[in-house]
Each structure stands twice: as C-alpha cells, then as structure tokens.
C-alpha cells in the first residue's frame, strides 16, 4: 500500500518534470519560410508507397526550404474532412496537402469553406481555384515496366530467367488506380513481345505480405518469372518469393533493390516527393496555381530505375519512354482496351 | 445431447448466484448471456449478498467503475506519453479539446460515436439471446450499399423526406437478410454463428464491392456511387458541424431495442433463450425462431449503421468504407454489458477517444499508434470491474479491507 | 472443362494449402487449449501479430532466427498471460478483453516499430527461418511436391497438433483442463485447482499463436509488417469451433480455409475468367456451404466464458 502511495507521488513529480520540459523545448527557433499540414491517405506512413514518399518530400522542403511541417496520419475516411477543417481553422497554414484519391470528397467540401486557403492533392482532381490537383499517368509507368519485362524474359543464360514467355503483376486491389499500372503494363510488355502472356492477380488488401508472396509463387508456378508488385506492403511479399525462388521481382514507388538486391529488376517510381516539394516551392514563390497538373514521364512524375536491367534493354526502353514522352505513344489506362491499343498499334 | 445441455444449463443456474453476489458488490454483470434484474434463488445467496452489500460501498455505480477505469487507463497512457518523450499536459489538453472544445468537436465526438452506437447495439441485442454477432461489419456494407441503391435509383421525382425513410428501411432490410442466414443455420443446423458471421463478413464486403463496380461506379480512380443528393441525406443535427440525424436515429434504436426487449413477449423469450434455452424450450418458447429474430433484428441495426455512414457523414457508398466499425461495436457491447442504454455511454466514450485522439495527433503530435495502445488498454480496464473496485478500495482505506475480488 | 480441372487439381494448390493453413492452425489449436478450459480467447489475432513482432525482434537482437522463434513463444505467451489476468484474477469479460488485447496489441506493435525501427510500416529485414528438405520424401513424385519442403515450422505445426491432440485427449492434465471448461465445481471438488489449469491453458494458447506469429514474420517472411497478421486470428478462432475445440479438427478446418483460398489464388491468374471480388469471396461462400453441409452441431465446452469462484479461495 505504501509503495502506491509513493509511487503516486513519484507520479506527480514526473508529471511535473514533463511540463517544463515541454515548456522549454517549444520556444525558440526562428520564423519558418512557410507552414505546411499533411494529411496521409488511411494506410498512414509505413507504407513504402505514396505516403512514405510523400513524407520525404515534405522533410526535404524542412531541410532545404527552411519550412516547418505538420501532418495527420487519419484512420478512417470519415477523418478526413474533420482533419482538413482543423487544419484550415487555424488559418496558420500556407499550404495544406491531402494525399490519396479518397480524400476528394471532403476536400471539395472544406476548400469552399475556406476560399482563401491553399490545398494541393495527389491522385485525383479537386476542381476549385485554390486547389492544386496532382494526378498521374499511371498507364506510362506501366508501360516502361512491361517493356522491360517483356524484354527480359526471353533472354537466354540468366538463371532467373526461364523458357517460358510468361511474366506476372500482382496487385494490391482491383480498383481503376491499380488497373491503370497493369493496364500499361500489358501493353508494354506485348508491344515488344506479341507472344508474351501477362498474368495478373489481386491481394484483396494492401497490409498482407504473406498473402501477397503465396500469390506470386502461383505465377511463378505457371511459368512467371517476372513479377511487378504494384500492392504496397502486399507487395513486399512478391521480393521475398522473388527472392526465395531466384526470379525476378519488380519493386514499385520507391527504389526496394535493397530488399533483394539479386532479384530486384527495376522499379516503378512515382515522385510523390518531388511533387510535394514543387508545391510547397511554388508556394513560397509565390507561384502557385490552381487547377489540374497531370504528371508523366514527360513531367518527371514518373519513372523506372536501371538497377539490373541489361544496358541494351536500358536504350530500348528510353527510344520508346521518348515516344510516349512525345505524345506519339499514348498508353491505354482500361485493361479492356488493351487489345483493341495493341491490335491499332501493331509494328 | 439434450440431458447433457439441460444439466449443463442448471450448473449455469448455481453458478449465477455467485454471479449475482458479484453483481450487487460491483454492480457489474460478467457473463455474455445473462442479465441483470432475475431474483437469486436461496437463502444463502441472499445473505452473503447482504454481507457484501455492506461490504461494499453503497452508491458507486456502474458509471463509477467505468469512469475510475478509464481514468486508470488514461494514467498508464499518460506514462506511456511521457515515456516517449511527449507532455502529457499537452497530449490530454488536447484529446478534452478535440472531444469537447467546441460544438464543432462535440459534434465530431458525436459523429463518431454514430456508426458504434448502432453497431454496439447490434451486438448487444444478439448477445441478448446467446448469440454472438461478429458479423455487423458485413451487415453494415449491405446495409450502407442499399441504403445508397435506394436513394439514388428513386431520383428526384421522390420526396426527399421518403426517399431518406425508404433507404433507411432498405439498409435495415438487408442487414437483416445477411444475418438471418446465420441464424438460420444455427437454428436449425447447429452450424455455429461465429464461423458463418465471420466468413460473411467477408462475402458483404466482397459483395458489396463487386457490385458498386458493376452497377454504380461514379467514374473516376474510386470505386464508389454518385454521390447522394443534398435532399436525400440524413441532415446536419447541428448546422455547420459534422454530426447528423444518425444520432439521434440510434438513439431511437436504443430506445426501441429497450422497449422490446422488457416490455414485450418476444423480448422477454429472446432473453429466456439467451439464459437457457432448455428451460425456454420447455416452456414452450420457439426457440429457433427466437434465434433467428434475435439475428434479424441484430442485422437491421447494424444494416442502419452502415445507413447511418452512407447517408449522414460520407453521403455515398465508399467501397471498403468501415473501419472496423462492426469489431469495435463488440467492444462497445461488451463494455455496455450487452444493455441497450449502457451502449450510449459506451459508443460516446470510443467517439471521444477517436475525436480527441485526432486534436492529439494534430496538436500534441502523439503518434496515432499510442492512441490505438490507450484504446487497448480502455477497453481492457473497463472490462474489468475488479481492477478499478480494487483501485478505490485502496486508495480509500489503505491496506486490508478491500482488493480481493 | 479441362482447364477448370487443372486448377482445381493443381498440386501446388496443395503446397501452397500446407503453408497458408499452419499459422491458422497453431493459433486454433491455441483457441482450442484456452475454452476448453473454460475461457474465451478472442485474442488470438493480437497474440498472433505479437509473436510475429517477437520474432523479428528476437532475430533483430541476437541475429538468430531460432532464438527469435522463441521470443515469439513468450511474447505470444505474454500476450496470454494478460489476457489471463484480466479473465481470471480481475473477472473481466472474456469477449470484451480478448478485443481490447487485439487493439492493445496493434497500437504496442505498430508503436514499437516507431521507437525501434523509426517506421510504423515495416521493420528491418533479420535473419528468417532456411527452409528444410525431408531427404527421401522429397524425391517420391507427388508426396515430394506437397511435403518434401517446406519451413522447419511446417512440420513443428503437424507434430504440435498430435501432441496437442493427446495432450488434450489422452493425458491427465488434458483431462483436467476439459473439466476447468465443463465442470468447474466438480474439478473443483476432485482436487483441481481450476485457476491454475486455466492459467497454463490461456498462456499456452497465446505460446502457439505466438509461434503462429513466427511462421508468418520469420519463415513466410523475413520481417515484420504492421497488422500483418491481416484476420488470420479470427480465421483460427472460427477454425477452433469449426474444428469442435480439438487441434486435430482445428488442423482440418485450417486446411479447408487455406484450400479455398489457394484456389481462390489460382482461379485469379487462370482461364476461368470471374470478376476479382467474386473470385475473392469464393472461400467465405464454400466454408459456409461445408459447415451447412457437414451439420456440425458445435458445442462448445459447458462452462466457457464463465467466472468461476472456487469455494476455497473466495
């Protein structure tokens, strides 16, 4: 008994202890360039994908830009326009950005409260003049990964490679964003290789890596032996049969080379980062605009890395980047209309 | 099979005097299936009630525990704060303000608690009849799915007001139909109600899915309907905030759930089955369709909590909208003791937790994570009367009188 | 028609069956110890992502996936042991703790992760389990494929379910675990300290969640990934009543499980052309038809769930 009595006092003295710590570390410092608030999509920081990526850009723009950061990591999609709302109340914020295409609806809601607040978001449109929408051309990132692949798998002598022209994606949800990558991904890989067969299959969930590799293991058992993880955490499963099996994988917003640094083929980048920098840039700069900014591998919004695709491969794959960068390429986006894009583009 | 279940059953019987001592002392009830309010059989029972009764302390309610045990609850997540490098001043300043700053964070509190009333209350009505639901997360898809059908595939040239009533009868409609299948198959079966909730829970949101997809799509990256027009919503409960006429909705439902389960025959049999099923069955209850109702009414409650989302805060059908709003209303339940009015209190104290963890997470910069931690560590001590009775005890008379649960 | 056939009798379906079901089935076997011997284990997902965060951290620290395995036993069993507490010495709800363990579970992982690794979403990768080859076995045509190799935790699972089978059925202290469950005052009377039995039983479900864990962080993968345990613990807890509170039946239901899902797997990459979320909810459809079909009566052990006050130590 006496011990919880003095263990209570010992309480209060932390308790104490803690206040005026808290009061000496929150002043100082100088004025920042600019304030700005993020709003993570639900999957929250972690994820090695769009979040994760969209963190560091907001880092960098602490390091480099001198501006001073504040983020919410929301888990439910009711939070979303509550987390805005409190956020643009303060009115403290130069720039406030939502990350992920489910947060359109309340962002549409709050904006026209506050007319005078700058939001930016990333992967879908908002269409009001103080929000700047960033969307990307998934299907061309797509496209460059299926031309790599489609590539690859009839190389003879590399081990991870087999006989059969078979080569995988597995995704993390059937849902358009997703359907988009493989969608290009199709028409990359049979644009170069009619004879390629494409397999692609769906975790059903974007945190369930054990399930994501027994998915990737099922292709490579139908002769895949290359497959694309376009499935976030899932995803991380599709390096780790990759791995284990001495196939090859294909990582996915991020470089994950570091994951398999034998099996790790080339990965899909979204800039995330670079695109919350821009804004928050443009911001200070006084240059911000409204409106829709569709990003590609024109705009640097998208891209690949070399990693341990052959160098040949490597000039291929940029000739025809420079097609689709030209506009003389334009990727289908429905994996319905891959066939039909196929049949009108034949060589 | 049948001796074994009536003997089974009279063992429950003996074993409820116990119970009840414990009840009276802590004014707590523990078991999923029984109720308070049934007279203790035997004299003995009666006075070491009346011993504990003196023993314990007179006046300290059911609330009381709970509050000491959230209370509890929030001290060890104040140690864990500060153990992380965080002011704790700063954290639970913040989660008052988030929950009850302003009417705008009330109403977020309330908005919250909104889908958890409706979905504890679903569980709670199940578990009333011996049922355990773990289905309401799949419920509330359907439910949300033909609330959202009904509104838009009426158009315009409906009445709002009808509109609104239609889809709410929909979405209780087809909760309903979802968990009638378990009940049926318990009833009559024997197939156990855990495993068929739980797969279903998947199929409603496959379902669901599969058919938003095919049918519904809005065009564009989400796989979700038009949005619902600004007359056919559930209106603002507060102009300007968040919280809607759900609330209030689910307050009805309390209400209703309450009225049918003391005031009417079939809800006093639903209890009888949920306290022996033997003994109502020789009593003459129907005792499957009992189960089966207990079910359908189950499922129309959590079919309404997805109404509620759908129609009052996101106004459309979102694919994969719930966050676990049919898990957490079994915590929601339990912490009600499976009464329709202990679910108000309870879903109110899971919404405050998730609005002021939010301000906390903005303003204090708390890791959400530690949130889900102290959540844990709520739900835990709250459901357990004996450790916040200890607590007081203790800290009331020191050593010796009190503890021992 | 043909095609249809090759999925369905696919043999890697089979495999894959073996590796997606051992994890479920060591977390029910665990479900099936804790009610029999009278207490609700809801928490069986929380022990599972506990072991699992054990694991890596176990292997993390001494770069030794053996010893990490074995930080997953106790973590997991530590994860029983609370739940224990609350169930048995504070009288709390079963249902009601178990769920508060699994929130309490995914908010101390995911933290954890943040204080140790700086990333909520994924740890470092450590040390993971090699796979392990059965000499002679692995060579035998068909037998070869399905059993020859897998993860040494593979063939820990089926010799853990015998034992767990005779332990629970054909062993003294199984025997006193089943009266804790049915027949509290008669255990009781015979001289059964009934908490005590209930205590080893809920912390030794949490030990075979935890090594469930394990399977999934070190020998499946080599990391751990926040809420990776992604529902299988409710999958186990609904393969325990489908299995009647009996490891050997909980293994069978597992299996069922994780058939329906490998199929699922396959269907999606074969000619059978389905929507996805239809494919997806064929496993949930097929348990439900094989649990209406099978009329299985589940009942569970007499006295689950309820507080028992033994007369001596009131």
């Known amino acids: 008994m006496a011990v919880f009595r003095k263990s209570g006092r010992v309480w209060g003295v932390a308790l104490l202890c803690v206040l005026v710590l808290a009061v000496g570390v929150s002043t100082g410092a100088a004025a920042p360039k600019a304030r700005v608030a993020v709003v993570f999509a639900t999957g929250g920081l972690g994820d090695k994908s769009f979040n994760d990526s969209g963190f560091a850009g907001l880092k960098r723009a602490e390091k480099e830009l001198g501006i001073e950061s504040q983020y919410a990591e929301p888990q439910q999609i009711a939070e979303y326009e509550t987390l805005l709302t409190q956020f643009a109340q303060t009115r403290k914020y130069d720039l406030i950005v939502s990350i992920g295409f489910d947060q359109a609806d309340a962002l549409k809601v709050v904006s026209a409260k506050f007319p005078n607040q700058k939001f930016a978001i990333i992967d879908t449109v908002v269409d009001a003049p103080n929000v700047a929408s960033y969307v990307y051309k998934e299907q061309e990132r797509g496209f460059v990964l299926g031309v790599i692949a489609g590539l690859m798998t009839t190389r003879t002598g590399d081990p991870r490679i087999n006989a059969e022209k078979v080569i995988g994606v597995v995704g993390g949800m059937d849902i358009p964003l997703i359907n988009a990558n493989i969608a290009g991904y199709m028409a990359g890989a049979k644009y170069v290789n009619p004879d390629v067969k494409v397999l692609y299959s769906y975790v059903g969930a974007w945190a369930d890596p054990a399930k994501g590799k027994e998915l990737t293991l099922v292709q490579f058992n139908q002769g895949a032996d290359i497959v694309w993880q376009a499935a976030g955490r899932s995803g991380l499963g599709v390096i780790k049969a990759a791995e284990e099996t001495n196939h090859y994988a294909i990582g996915a917003d991020s470089d994950q080379c570091y994951l398999a640094p034998k099996n790790v083929l080339t990965n899909g980048m979204k800039f995330v980062d670079n695109t919350i920098y821009t804004a928050i840039e443009q911001v200070i700069s006084g240059k911000f605009k409204g409106g829709i900014h569709v990003l590609g591998l024109a705009e640097k919004g998208l891209g690949y890395t070399t990693s341990l695709v052959p160098a040949d491969i490597v000039a291929k794959v940029d000739a025809l980047a420079q097609k689709v960068i030209s506009g003389e390429l334009a990727i289908p986006d429905k994996i319905q209309d891959v066939d039909a894009w196929l049949k009108a583009h034949k060589k | ?405 | 028609m043909r095609e249809i056939l090759d999925v369905i009798f696919d043999i890697n379906n089979v495999t894959a069956t073996i590796r997606m079901a051992t994890p479920i089935a060591l977390a029910a076997m665990g479900g099936a110890f804790s009610e029999r011997s009278g207490v609700i284990n809801i928490g069986l997902e929380g022990m599972i992502l506990t072991g699992a965060f054990c694991g890596v951290l176990g292997s993390y620290i001494s770069g030794s996936p053996w010893l990490g395995v074995l930080f997953a036993v106790v973590g997991g069993g530590l994860m029983g042991a609370i739940l224990a507490v609350f169930a048995i010495k504070l009288k709390a709800d079963h249902v009601v703790s178990g769920v508060g363990l699994n929130i309490f579970a995914l908010g101390l992982t995911s933290w954890l992760m943040q204080v140790l690794w700086k990333n909520r979403g994924t740890s470092v990768s450590v040390n993971g389990l090699p796979m392990f080859s059965i000499p002679v076995v692995r060579d035998v045509p068909v037998l070869g494929t399905i059993l020859g190799t897998h993860s040494p935790l593979v063939y820990m699972m089926l010799i853990l379910i015998f034992l767990g089978w005779v332990v629970m059925f054909k062993t003294p202290l199984g025997l006193r675990i089943r009266m804790a469950g049915e027949h509290p005052e008669a255990a009781d009377t015979v001289g059964i300290n009934v908490h005590a039995v209930q205590y080893f039983s809920v912390i030794l479900s949490g030990c075979l969640a935890g090594l469930g864990g394990a399977y999934l962080s070190l020998a499946q993968l080599n990391w751990f990934s926040m809420n990776m345990s992604a529902g299988r613990g409710y999958m186990a807890l609904a393969a325990n009543i489908f299995g009647q509170w009996n490891p050997i039946g909980g293994l069978g239901a597992s299996f069922l499980f994780a058939f329906t899902d490998a199929l699922q797997m396959r269907i999606q990459t074969s000619p059978i052309k389905l929507p996805t979320d239809i494919i997806q909810m064929l496993p949930y459809i097929l348990t439900i038809l094989v649990l209406a079909g099978a009329v299985i009566r589940s009942r569970p052990p007499a006295a689950l769930g309820r507080h028992y006050e033994s007369g001596r130590a009131a």
């Open chain 2, 1 to 405: 099979m049948k001796d074994g279940e009536t003997e089974r059953r009279c063992e429950h019987e003996h074993e409820r005097e116990h119970e009840h001592e414990h009840r009276h002392e802590r004014g707590c009830g523990h078991q999923v299936s029984t109720r308070e309010g049934e007279p203790s059989r035997g004299a003995a029972a009666r006075v070491v009630r009346r011993a504990a009764g003196r023993l314990a302390r007179p006046g300290v309610s059911d609330i009381a525990y709970s509050a000491v045990a959230v209370l509890l609850a929030l001290v060890i997540g104040a140690i864990l704060i500060a153990a992380s490098g965080y002011s704790v001043i700063d954290a639970y300043a913040n989660l008052f303000d988030g929950a009850f700053g302003s009417i705008y964070n009330f109403a977020n509190t309330l908005m919250m608690a909104t889908p958890l009333l409706f979905t504890g209350l679903s569980v709670a009505v199940a578990f009333q009849c011996g049922l355990f639901n773990v289905g309401a997360e799949g419920q509330l898809y359907v439910g949300g799915l033909a609330s959202a059908v009904v509104v838009l595939v009426l158009g315009p040239a409906v009445p709002g007001v009808v509109r609104v009533l239609l889809a709410l009868v929909a979405g209780a409609l087809a909760g309903a139909v979802l968990a009638a299948g378990p009940g049926y198959m318990k009833a009559r079966l024997g197939a156990h109600e855990v495993i068929t909730t739980i797969m279903l829970n998947y199929v409603g949101v496959f379902l669901t899915t599969f058919l938003v997809k095919t049918y519904l799509k809005e065009p564009g990256p989400v796989d979700q309907t038009p949005l619902l027009p600004v007359g056919a919503r559930l209106p603002e409960l507060i102009p300007g905030t968040r919280v809607s006429w759900g609330i209030v909705l689910g307050v009805a439902a309390v209400m209703a759930v309450d009225y049918i389960l003391r005031r009417t025959s079939v809800g006093y049999e639903i209890q009888t089955v949920g306290r022996n099923a033997a003994a109502a069955e020789y009593a003459g209850v129907n005792v499957p369709g009992r189960i089966v109702l207990a079910m359908v009414m189950s499922g129309a409650i959590a079919g309404l909590a997805g109404s509620s989302v759908v129609m009052g805060t996101l106004y459309r059908f979102i694919t994969n909208f719930s966050p676990g709003y049919g898990f957490t209303g079994i915590a929601v339940a339990v912490l009600a003791r499976n009464k329709p009015w202990g679910v108000l209190p309870a879903a109110l104290l899971f919404g405050m937790l998730q609005s002021g963890g939010m301000s906390m997470q903005l303003f204090a910069r708390i890791p959400a994570d530690l949130m889900t931690l102290v959540q844990g560590i709520v739900i835990l001590f709250v459901a357990a009367p004996a450790l916040a009775s200890m607590f007081l005890a203790r800290s009331r008379a020191g050593a010796g009188t009190g503890g021992r649960g």
